[in-house]
């Protein structure tokens, strides 16, 4: 553009003002108060490390393994009964009365004060179950009445002619959803019970409430993700995503929601808050089923395989694809359906092995075997009820040889369930030299040769007998089995969990013990065995204050987060030490807690986080929140439901999916505008954190309406890791995956397949920072230039308008397609754009582009103008 050589007193010279690369995007400050390279707003794109902006890559759709075509496993249960929603979230809970009033059935259930469910209210449908009185009590009623009391609520519902009281039952637990979801699935036991139940099949899969990352420590180039609904589980291999395994429940066992999953000591645990936890202990490809029966007047099912199936007493497995057998189709003759989830009794052969039915059949059964029929692994309640005190250990003879002690049992039975890591004490010493008291660490276990080694520092022995060791026993409180958590964290060798629950002597029953402020430790290697002395550490005792999550860092140092505060636990045992380290700030959320190098981020009321390791891993709270920059966004997050944010760390970004609102602009028929905020129901935007600008990077949004984020999870091996987003609704998704510019979402349940699933595209949208060159004076806009190119796989198109303030107004300035002979930009080519503005007189101006095509990126701009107002009056 050509320029004069010199101006006069009274020339308003053509000033020229850009931007050559962008580093990220502020909404805190004014725009005109931007730096030179900082955007005002950047929906769905990533900035590269030449400082372009670009659309983001898509999410790619990889697996939804509860649709049609992945069987889900049809459980054993005894009563099949029709919700209608909407429905009601129930934590586990107990039913402490039910009695009559005036023509109405009033009960009351626990609520604890601190835990977030138990919302029922006026007008919300139940369902009352085994309730005996007259008239019937049971079915479908509307409550008309919720009463808070101090510990407990007490639901009111009419009843004609209501005379009560009724059966009282005890420690029943409750799994519902909230927010109007679908209905969720209630275990039905002989107890009385308020809840929901739905027919245990395909179509009742609602939602996906826990997943995780997980590995088969005997395989070397797989990685798995697991997702549990409401009736199973299923693990997708992510090297070949069209293989999956469906892992069943126990008899009578679900998954509600809030629930969570964790991969630790070589098992995959669901944990359910208040209710027994699940283990698979033993993980496995399928294997086929070549033959199975019942015999007689028996409810033992004997199932035969083809090749070894190295299954052992104990095992949880699925059984899948047996038809043929009697009541096949009629709910109730359910108890002879031989598929579900069971444990093995005995394994007769290599190729054999039987397990129990709930109840006998009248005639043998030889049951139908098709290319379905699969053993697949399976879940089975972790160890609960009272604890057993450790016994003694007895050897036949101990032999020393080269600094190595070797004791031979006669039996699997003698070695008392001892494992590698196991401390074990030296209680006498027989004909030996061991000294009486002397600890010694378990090194290896054969259950074949019946025999445990471990290290000493004694002469060479050989067929001592008479020693006897004893396993570690507890003191004061004694061992406690795992106490019903809603979640776990893996610490050195250790289960860290909260401790709100106390574990009763009956098997599967637990007592809320109104502390939430305390976690507990198990014991090196042993996820069933607590420590009530040594592993307890309760913070903040006595304050509303309570736990929300925990960080294993390094150097045996474990940090827990409250609600309002942040601790370190220093070592484990006996020498353990806890301390404060602020109650300035705490944590919303759980999952949102990740470590980067030696910075750990966390959502706080105040926003995302960080806090830094310094002066030999002291830690210390920032003071500046990290989100300073985006303030105004992290205040659009719905806080009734942050607790289920959550973030994960991958190529240098910090991915924090959030439940944020959104503002809409309404004007009326009277023409008033007001601002409506459209309150999130699930997190559904993924805020990115770019770790080598050091800038907010991006908010990802999808078009679709029904997507959300359960979770977000780093899996994969080469080309398949990434970030990996859970659709509570649809199933599994790679996120930044498709080069074609759209996102292929699947996100409702049953999914039909691939075929099925919808592409969008993808919202894009990138501000500038508002240019003034340089002065507060009214200015004359007169043109700009944009350097863009395509990406390699698609043309690009957009959108161009201009935003000036002051006088305030919006201009359409075309498009890439008009700037570019009326065609989009092929992939590849990279264009310059110059364009007339006409002069529009403002103080500042923004160039927005709104990408419609392809992923193209945004190198550069430049804007010019000229000053606008030179007179020496007033100016309005």
Request: glycine letters at 8%.
């Amino acid at each position: 553009m050509s320029r004069y050589t010199t101006y006069g007193q009274t020339d308003d010279p053509i000033q020229e003002e850009l931007d050559v690369g962008f580093t990220g995007f502020n909404s805190y400050a004014r725009p005109d108060q931007l730096p030179k390279g900082m955007l005002a707003r950047s929906l769905n794109g990533r900035l590269g490390k030449n400082g372009e902006w670009q659309v983001r890559r898509g999410i790619d759709f990889i697996k939804a393994p509860f649709a049609s075509g992945d069987e889900v496993l049809r459980l054993p249960t005894s009563v099949e009964i029709l919700v209608t929603p909407p429905v009601v979230a129930l934590l586990p809970t107990t039913i402490r009365s039910a009695t009559a009033g005036t023509d109405e059935v009033i009960i009351v259930i626990d609520n604890p004060a601190t835990e977030l469910g138990h919302v029922f209210a006026a007008g919300d449908e139940i369902y009352v179950e085994n309730l005996n009185g007259s008239p019937d009590p049971n079915g479908l009623h509307t409550l008309t009445d919720v009463t808070i009391n101090t510990n407990t609520k007490t639901l009111k519902y009419a009843l004609s002619g209501a005379t009560g009281p009724y059966l009282t039952p005890l420690n029943l637990p409750f799994t519902l959803d909230d927010g109007g979801l679908e209905p969720q699935l209630t275990t039905i036991t002989t107890s009385a019970v308020i809840g929901y139940n739905m027919v245990l099949d395909q179509g009742s899969v609602s939602e996906v409430y826990a997943s995780t990352t997980f590995s088969d420590p005997n395989q070397d180039n797989s990685q798995f993700i697991a997702l549990a609904s409401n009736l199973s589980a299923v693990v997708t291999d992510l090297e070949n995503t069209s293989e999956s395994i469906t892992m069943s429940y126990p008899l009578q066992q679900t998954v509600p929601p809030a629930s969570s999953m964790l991969q630790a000591f070589n098992k995959l645990f669901i944990f359910r808050d208040g209710q027994t936890a699940l283990e698979n202990d033993h993980f496995f490809s399928t294997i086929t089923i070549e033959s199975a029966s019942t015999p007689s007047a028996s409810n033992v099912v004997t199932v035969n395989t083809p090749a070894d199936h190295n299954l052992v007493i104990g095992d949880a497995i699925s059984i899948s694809g047996l038809t043929g057998f009697p009541g096949e189709g009629v709910p109730t003759a359910i108890d002879e359906d031989p598929n579900g989830g069971w444990i093995i009794n005995t394994v007769p052969t290599s190729t054999s092995f039987t397990y129990d039915l709930p109840s006998s059949y009248q005639a043998a059964a030889t049951y139908t075997v098709g290319s379905a029929s699969k053993i697949s692994p399976g879940f089975k309640l972790v160890a609960s009820g009272e604890y057993s005190q450790p016994k003694q250990l007895a050897p036949s003879k101990v032999q020393i040889t080269d600094g190595k002690a070797t004791a031979e049992f006669g039996s699997l039975a003698a070695m008392n369930g001892t494992k590698v890591g196991d401390t074990i004490e030296i209680e006498d010493v027989g004909g030996s030299t061991f000294t009486l008291g002397a600890d010694y660490v378990i090194s290896s276990k054969d259950e074949t040769a019946f025999e445990l080694e471990f290290y000493v520092q004694e002469p060479n022995a050989t067929n001592v007998t008479g020693v006897i060791f004893q396993q570690p026993v507890s003191i004061g409180l004694g061992f406690t089995h795992m106490p019903a958590p809603e979640y776990a964290v893996y610490h050195q060798l250790r289960m860290i969990v909260p401790f709100r629950y106390s574990v009763n002597d009956a098997k599967n029953s637990f007592t809320y013990r109104e502390i939430v402020d305390e976690v507990i430790a198990s014991d090196s290697l042993d996820s069933d065995t607590y420590d009530q002395v040594f592993a307890q550490f309760r913070f903040n005792a006595g304050t509303a204050d309570f736990n929300v999550g925990m960080h294993s860092f390094s150097e045996d140092k474990l940090i827990v987060f409250n609600r309002n505060s942040i601790h370190l636990v220093d070592g484990m045992g006996k020498s353990a030490k806890a301390q404060l380290i602020t109650d300035e700030v705490g944590c919303v959320a759980r999952k949102s807690i990740i470590q980067v190098g030696n910075n750990i981020l966390f959502l706080s009321d105040n926003g995302v986080y960080g806090a830094n390791f310094q002066d030999l891993y002291n830690l210390r709270g920032n003071e500046v929140p990290l989100s300073a920059s985006i303030d105004p966004v992290m205040k659009l997050i719905n806080k009734d439901i942050w607790d289920k944010s959550v973030g994960v760390y991958f190529d240098n970004r910090y991915y924090l999916a959030v439940p944020l609102n959104k503002e809409v602009v309404v004007e009326d028929a009277d023409g008033n505008i007001t601002v409506q905020v459209i309150r999130a129901r699930s997190n559904n935007a993924i805020l990115v954190f770019n770790f080598i600008n050091k800038q907010w990077e991006s908010i990802d949004t999808t078009v679709d309406a029904n997507w959300n984020i359960a979770n977000l999870i780093v899996g994969g091996k080469k080309s398949n890791r990434g970030v990996y987003a859970v659709n509570s609704l649809g199933g599994l998704h790679k996120i930044d995956a498709r080069v074609d510019a759209v996102d292929l979402l699947a996100t409702e349940i049953p999914v039909q397949g691939r075929e099925s699933t919808t592409a969008f595209n993808i919202p894009a949208e990138v501000t500038t920072r508002q240019f003034t060159l340089g002065s507060m004076d009214r200015k004359r806009w007169n043109n700009f230039e944009l350097h863009v190119q395509s990406s390699p796989d698609n043309e690009s198109n957009f959108n161009i308008s201009a935003e000036l303030e002051n006088v305030d107004s919006t201009i359409n300035l075309g498009t890439l397609n008009e700037f570019n002979s009326n065609s989009n930009l092929q992939p590849s080519e990279d264009v310059s754009i110059r364009g007339r503005i006409g002069n529009k007189r403002a103080y500042g101006m923004q160039i927005t582009l709104n990408n419609t095509t392809g992923r193209p990126r945004f190198r550069a701009i430049k804007v010019a103008g000229a000053q606008a107002f030179r007179s020496t009056n007033k100016a309005i």
